[in-house]
């Protein structure tokens, strides 16, 4: 069973002006797939409505089957547990006033309920996962450099253990040496966790470079299907 599945998938920001025009892809577990598209494609749109943070105004999306469309804001909660994002702008990203350690630990308490101390102790291993020392748990994101703070935002996008990554232009706003790092990082977190990228990029090579198979949208629509990489 695939782990994604968009079917005929549209979303509207003003009435009868779709962005996203009947959109089908499929993600399967383990896998890469690319979106590929020109700026104003259409392509974070896919992903916003992927993880709930808009509407669809027609098709479905399921996640492992279910019909996640219309889920609840209690049902989305239980989701992020399985489905995180991780955003092209890592300062706009990550409240500049709170601690590292605080942004990262509050869905281990908020969702997972875990104790304080037990909340910790994940934020710290999570850290370590990408490449980051315990100890900037204590540190505000004001500290960092746009590549650190990418891999504490796919820190916190991992804290809770989740199966699907959308990650939209996530090293679009980086220096090209540490794009390299950042890709990567996300194929070593690939091969140890078994996750699975919907990746969202407008660059060819990146996503050729990362994907198994790869989707291109125009106008908000698919114009090739998905092949493997060539
Ligand atoms: N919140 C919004 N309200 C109204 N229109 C929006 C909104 N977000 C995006 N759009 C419009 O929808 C279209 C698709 O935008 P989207 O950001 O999904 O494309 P994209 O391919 O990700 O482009 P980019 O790479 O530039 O972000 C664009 O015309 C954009 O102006």
Redesign the pocket.
């Known amino acids: 069973m695939p782990l994604l599945e968009l079917r005929g998938l549209r979303v509207a920001?003003?009435p009868h002006h779709p962005?996203?025009d009947g959109v089908d892809l499929v993600v399967r577990p383990g896998e890469t797939l690319g979106l590929l598209?020109?700026?104003?494609?259409?392509?974070?749109?896919?992903g916003h409505a992927v993880v709930g943070l808009?509407r669809p105004s027609g098709g479905r999306i399921l996640f492992r089957g279910e019909d996640i469309t219309h889920a609840t804001a209690r049902r989305r909660r239980a989701l992020s547990t399985r489905l995180q994002i991780v955003f092209q702008d890592p300062h706009g990203s990550l409240n500049p006033s709170r601690t590292v350690g605080s942004t990262l630990a509050e869905p281990l308490r908020v969702v997972r309920r875990l104790p304080r101390r037990a909340a910790e102790a994940r934020v710290a291993a999570v850290l370590e996962r990408v490449g980051m020392p315990p100890a900037v748990a204590r540190r505000y994101p004001g500290a960092f450099s746009g590549g650190q703070l990418q891999r504490i935002a796919i820190a916190r996008a991992l804290v809770l253990e989740p199966e699907l990554l959308v990650c939209d232009?996530p090293t679009s706003a980086l220096d090209l040496s540490v794009q390299a790092q950042i890709l990567n990082l996300l194929l070593d977190l690939q091969h140890q966790l078994g996750l699975s990228y919907l990746f969202?990029s407008?660059d060819a090579d990146v996503v050729r470079f990362l994907c198994h198979r790869v989707v291109t949208?125009r106008g908000g629509r698919i114009t090739e299907p998905a092949g493997p990489r060539s």
Do not use: D, N
């Not at 598209?37 to 896919?46: D, I, L, N, P």
């Open positions: 920001y003003r962005v996203v598209g020109a700026s104003g494609s259409g392509k974070s749109t896919v808009v232009e969202i407008h949208l």
